[in-house]
């Protein structure tokens, strides 16, 4: 079992910057694909980052490439750094963990309970 914390939502205006964190116990993250995930109010869940446990490669949603770096930390962490928001960007933010990587939100086994970012104009 993994059990996953997110930290560092809230509110920022447009062009801004944040980073949210997702903090694991249970097991370590070191054999698990992670990922970002967000949804936005009305919408679907829908993929944003995501980083494979093997060759550590990193994939993005089109919408938040060369905006927004996934990461892992030295501890038991998973990091979304974003940089030049938009109102587009406003959505509750969720971290995922499992074997292999997806962009289809169900394939996920693992799940935080969100955290929201609103981006105000």
């Known amino acids: 079992q993994v059990q996953l914390v997110e930290s560092g939502g809230g509110l920022v205006q447009a062009g801004g910057s944040l980073r949210l964190s997702c903090a694991a116990s249970g097991r370590t993250l070191s054999s698990y694909a992670v990922g970002w995930f967000r949804q936005a109010p009305g919408k679907e869940r829908a993929f944003v980052a995501a980083?494979?446990?093997?060759?550590?490669?990193t994939r993005y949603a089109d919408s938040v490439l060369g905006r927004f770096t996934i990461s892992r930390g030295n501890t038991n962490t998973l990091y979304l750094q974003m940089h030049n928001l938009t109102n587009e960007d406003t959505a509750v933010y969720y971290c995922a963990a499992d074997p292999y990587v997806s962009f289809i939100p169900e394939q996920w086994h693992y799940w935080g309970q969100g955290t929201q970012v609103t981006v105000s104009s």
């Open positions: 980083i494979s446990w093997g060759d550590r490669a």
